[in-house]
């Protein structure tokens, strides 16, 4: 047991406003780290320290693991969390966190390790007992043993990078005379990205639904489940909408399926949070695609289903607490939805929109919650994640909780850039939505009409950006420039701010 009294979150964004507000309610203080891009960035604003890492680029800023490091050093944090994307799945990264003494809220690196080699995690599911993905349990030698293994499996099968996941260096093989090319691209391009060529064969899911269980376990041995979320939604494996519970469920399937993830999570003794990927199909067959071992952008539709903060329980458990939670007192409670807000322009090939916000106007009410970052007057740095908010809704049903979210979007407005904003309620909108009639082809399947924008919409648009840009040319003299609210007067710039931080 080590008391966390200091956290350095190694991140930027909703992501890192989310962790720190949980801080914030146990009591912990907060170190933020920015780049250039971000000076002027809210994370920076919430944080009770902040320091400079580097120019603006990731690789020159938030994945400078030594910089990191000694930040935390300088700052006496007791622990980093490294929330989702830049250093949460570097298993070098943990391991350096564990020589400098500091806490890595998450698993350890071992375990990143292994789960990060989807060769050897396949190893490991089998080992547990737990369905993987019919396919080879070694990476491919030869192009002829590949020829040979693929007629064993029979075609269509996905040709997949060993040090991928999340849909990089993938390749569908559907006839016999593709599969040497197939092999080729796919160790070209693991090779480029990872610089790994390993690669091995799984037999192709046909029209799968994506649903993962959200898992945490203790340095106890002890390890639950919160249930599934369903996030077939997906766009060029960006995900776009979530939800939980999944219509394709039963009990019978969440019961089984619920019992593979803790025998997973238990075969490797993970620790914190972490996410098992499963494809399902459609006579309910479901198979381990990847694990992962971070907290998730869509971690909060579990939280408002089982009203666990899971942030906290990384905490805790990070601590060497017991997890304190017992699976058959678990449940989920009505029905949760998240969108995901993103700065892009959804009418033009979803091309990237960043640039300053104008106004903003978020959506409020019973059964709403909003984890965002950006506010009137930022400027979306180019450098990072398009992602700017995540809309989350509840209710008693999934039909209420669709209403629900319509009417949030119907309130939700943001000027100055593009968003997915209209995007999402076409998806709202779409019959095969809210029936709950779909898997991982929805967006192309419904490509036509989640596309079309009618006059009316684009008319209802033009009339939200006119009164809001008077709004705004009315109140910009009032409106602070950004500069100055961050000035040497903030307290953190000056000296290190203490105080008494007895745990809740
Ligand atoms: C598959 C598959 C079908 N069969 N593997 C995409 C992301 C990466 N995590 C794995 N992916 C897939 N692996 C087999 N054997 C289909 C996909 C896939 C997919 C999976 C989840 C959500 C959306 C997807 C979109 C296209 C392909």
């Known amino acids: 047991m080590r008391k966390i009294n200091k956290i350095l979150v190694a991140n930027r964004g909703e992501i890192a406003i989310r962790i720190m507000r949980t801080c914030r309610e146990m009591n912990i203080a907060t170190v933020a780290v920015f780049s250039d891009a971000d000076r002027t960035s809210m994370h920076v604003r919430y944080a009770d320290e902040a320091y400079y890492v580097g120019p603006a680029p990731s690789k020159d800023s938030y994945l400078k693991a030594d910089k990191i490091i000694e930040v935390a050093l300088q700052s006496k944090a007791d622990?980093?969390?490294?929330?989702?994307?830049?250093?949460?799945?570097?298993?070098?990264?943990?391991?350096l966190c564990k020589d400098n003494g500091i806490i890595f809220i998450g698993p350890s690196p071992e375990v990143i390790e292994k789960m990060g080699d989807k060769i050897q995690a396949r190893k490991a599911m089998i080992a547990a007992g737990v369905p993987v993905v019919p396919g080879t349990t070694e990476a491919i030698q030869s192009e002829e043993e590949a020829?040979?293994?693929?007629?064993?499996?029979?075609?269509?099968?996905?040709?997949?990078?060993?040090?991928?996941?999340?849909?990089?260096?993938?390749?569908?093989?559907?006839?016999?005379?593709?599969?040497?090319?197939?092999?080729?691209?796919?160790?070209?391009?693991?090779?480029?990205?990872?610089?790994?060529?390993a690669v091995y064969i799984e037999k192709y899911v046909t029209s799968p639904h994506h649903i993962e269980f959200q898992i945490l376990g203790d340095q106890h041995g002890d390890a639950v489940h919160l249930f599934e979320r369903e996030c077939s939604i997906q766009r060029r494996h960006q995900k776009m909408v979530e939800e939980t519970p999944s219509v394709l469920m039963t009990e019978e399937l969440r019961f089984q399926m619920g019992k593979h993830a803790v025998d997973a999570a238990k075969a490797v003794n993970y620790v914190g949070a972490g996410t098992i990927e499963f494809l399902v199909d459609n006579d309910l067959n479901y198979y381990f695609l990847e694990m992962n071992t971070r907290l998730q952008v869509e971690h909060p539709i579990t939280e408002r289903v089982t009203g666990i903060d899971l942030?906290?329980?990384?905490?805790?458990?990070?601590?060497?607490?017991?997890?304190?939670?017992?699976?058959?007192?678990?449940?989920?409670?009505?029905?949760?939805?998240?969108?995901?807000?993103?700065?892009?322009?959804?009418?033009?090939?979803?091309?990237?929109?960043?640039g300053k916000i104008h106004t903003i106007?978020?959506?409020?009410?019973?059964?709403?919650?909003?984890?965002?970052?950006?506010?009137?007057?930022?400027?979306?740095?180019?450098?990072?994640?398009?992602?700017?908010?995540?809309?989350?809704?509840?209710?008693?049903?999934?039909?209420?909780?669709?209403?629900r979210m319509r009417r949030a979007l119907y309130e939700y407005k943001i000027t100055g850039?593009?968003?997915?904003?209209?995007?999402?309620?076409?998806?709202?909108?779409?019959?095969?939505?809210?029936?709950?009639?779909?898997?991982?082809?929805?967006?192309?399947?419904?490509?036509?009409t989640l596309m079309a924008t009618d006059d009316c919409e684009q008319e209802c648009q033009d009339m939200v950006i006119i009164?809001?840009?008077?709004?705004?040319?009315?109140?910009?003299?009032?409106?602070?420039?950004?500069?100055?609210?961050?000035?040497?007067?903030?307290?953190?710039?000056?000296?290190?701010?203490?105080?008494?931080?007895?745990?809740?």
């Open 79 to 95: 622990a980093i969390h490294p929330g989702y994307g830049f250093l949460s799945e570097n298993a070098g990264f943990a391991k």
């Open 147 to 197: 020829i040979e293994t693929i007629r064993s499996i029979g075609l269509p099968v996905m040709i997949k990078a060993s040090a991928g996941g999340g849909g990089k260096g993938m390749r569908l093989v559907e006839k016999e005379e593709n599969i040497i090319s197939g092999v080729r691209a796919a160790r070209s391009e693991a090779l480029a990205a990872f610089g790994d060529d």
């Open 311 to 354: 942030v906290k329980k990384q905490i805790d458990v990070a601590e060497g607490q017991h997890l304190n939670l017992i699976q058959s007192e678990l449940e989920q409670k009505g029905h949760a939805i998240e969108c995901r807000i993103y700065a892009e322009d959804s009418d033009n090939n979803f091309m990237p929109s960043p």
């Open 361 to 403: 106007t978020q959506p409020l009410g019973l059964g709403v919650r909003t984890d965002g970052y950006v506010y009137e007057g930022y400027e979306i740095p180019i450098h990072y994640d398009p992602m700017i908010s995540k809309l989350i809704v509840w209710a008693q049903t999934r039909e209420e909780a669709i209403q």
């Open 417 to 448: 850039i593009r968003t997915s904003l209209k995007f999402l309620e076409r998806i709202m909108d779409t019959p095969d939505f809210v029936s709950g009639n779909y898997d991982t082809n929805f967006i192309e399947k419904n490509r036509s």
């Open 467 to 504: 009164s809001t840009y008077f709004d705004f040319i009315n109140r910009k003299n009032k409106v602070i420039p950004s500069k100055e609210l961050n000035p040497a007067k903030n307290r953190w710039k000056k000296y290190t701010y203490q105080k008494n931080f007895d745990r809740l």
